[in-house]
């Protein structure tokens, strides 16, 4: 049954009611109840009105009181003035929008007023000193939340789009309407995030936005107003340096990881193999994963396993736009014209992620005091690999070191 919101006033204050649409109503009552975008704003108006007051010192309260009976005098008589019930409805739901917007902003200054400086600066140098215990600690576990920091709880619902999974979030307020959410001076390709967490501290609704799927990297801190405006607050930058550990069981290990660390290229040569077509190759590629197509890049003799004799060894290439993107390139044993099927040929698939990980693209073979090793960067871990004797020696692994650092961004 749809009630709508009416001020009442008497010699001692000013008090509410709800006031059912299916009683005897006066003019203007009526107009409310029979046109729903109205009796809606209503009913978000009387939600603002008694959240407001019921926050106020009552100095503040009593002039809030005031303002708000001299705003139910003015809908009066702009009702009174309307020539037709067209008009009626028109002027009346304008009023309404506006009034609710004098509301958000009273809110935001008066109740909920944006966080300082301070504040903003201490959450985010939490954040950037670990910021996936930190969504731990503070993510919100519900999908009932105030998202917009209005005092009143929103539905949202969440779900990544399209083949990138770009996260989306749908608003909604509790009467099922559809809350729109607009980026105040930014757009989402200036940071391109592909994750996001709500988080509550200090009784305010945050969304911090991630560069990576898995909370690790965080991107931007931002803040919805009563306004529906969407602020970022402060900005991460984030900043590797690449340590490569060496096997202590490995020989030369320790002075094999420091050149290649070094970028030292005066003691090991890497090494090249020659850009080549193969048509026949590419033909046993068709309909390979992904539905993309792969085709080899390049080709030449390496003794990529170091017993002595070459093989025949092809680089393959895939390429996609699609979704984020993918590109994937990986080495592969043949014998002319099929692939082998050769243990040695298994262990440089194993030791490539079975050439099926997007964004890698760089490894290299390379010679160093007469043997050939396989420099992986991956996207997790940096590796350099000796496949020897039948085995795959693992000599240097990386160590990440990861520095996040942040700015204040002036809302």
Request: negative net charge.
């Amino acid at each position: 049954m749809k009630k709508i919101f009416l001020i009442c006033y008497i010699l001692t204050g000013l008090y509410s009611a709800s006031f059912d649409c299916e009683k005897s109503l006066n003019d203007i009552e009526q107009i409310i109840c029979d046109t729903w975008d109205i009796s809606e704003q209503d009913e978000i108006l009387a939600d603002y009105f008694f959240i407001i007051k019921n926050n106020l010192e009552d100095d503040k309260k009593k002039e809030f009181i005031e303002k708000q009976k001299k705003w139910i005098k003015t809908r009066n008589t702009i009702y009174k003035k309307a020539v037709s019930y067209n008009e009626a409805q028109r002027v009346l739901l304008k009023a309404y929008e506006n009034r609710i917007k004098e509301l958000k902003e009273y809110f935001y200054v008066n109740i909920s007023k944006f966080p300082k400086e301070k504040e903003i600066t201490n959450i985010c140098k939490n954040i950037s000193q670990d910021a996936i215990t930190f969504t731990k600690l503070y993510s919100v576990k519900t999908n009932l939340f105030d998202v917009n920091n209005d005092g009143i709880k929103e539905n949202i619902h969440c779900e990544s789009q399209g083949t990138a999974h770009i996260p989306y979030c749908e608003y909604k307020s509790k009467n099922g309407n559809k809350i729109d959410i607009n980026k105040i001076g930014f757009e989402w390709k200036d940071y391109w995030t592909y994750n996001q967490e709500f988080v509550e501290l200090n009784g305010r609704i945050y969304k911090l936005n991630f560069e990576d799927d898995y909370i690790k990297n965080p991107s931007y801190l931002s803040l919805i107003t009563p306004l529906n405006e969407e602020y970022v607050i402060c900005e991460f930058k984030i900043k590797e340096t690449e340590h490569l550990i060496p096997n202590q069981y490995e020989k030369d290990s320790k002075e094999l990881c420091k050149i290649i660390e070094d970028k030292d290229e005066t003691k090991y040569e890497y090494i090249n193999l020659e850009k080549k077509e193969n048509i026949v190759i590419d033909k046993l590629l068709e309909g390979k994963g992904r539905g993309g197509e792969y085709a080899v890049e390049r080709q030449g003799k390496i003794d990529f396993d170091n017993d002595g004799i070459k093989e025949d060894v092809v680089r393959i290439g895939y390429y996609s736009g699609a979704g984020r993107g993918c590109d994937i390139n990986y080495f592969d044993e043949i014998n002319g014209t099929n692939f082998t099927t050769s243990h040695k040929k298994q262990m440089l698939l194993a030791i490539q992620d079975d050439g099926d990980v997007c964004g890698i693209y760089k490894q290299k073979f390379f010679k160093y005091k007469d043997l050939i090793y396989l420099d992986y960067p991956s996207q997790d871990e940096h590796s350099i690999y000796l496949i020897k004797d039948k085995k795959i020696h693992t000599m240097c692994t990386s160590k990440i070191k990861r520095d996040v650092t942040f700015k204040y961004i002036q809302p």
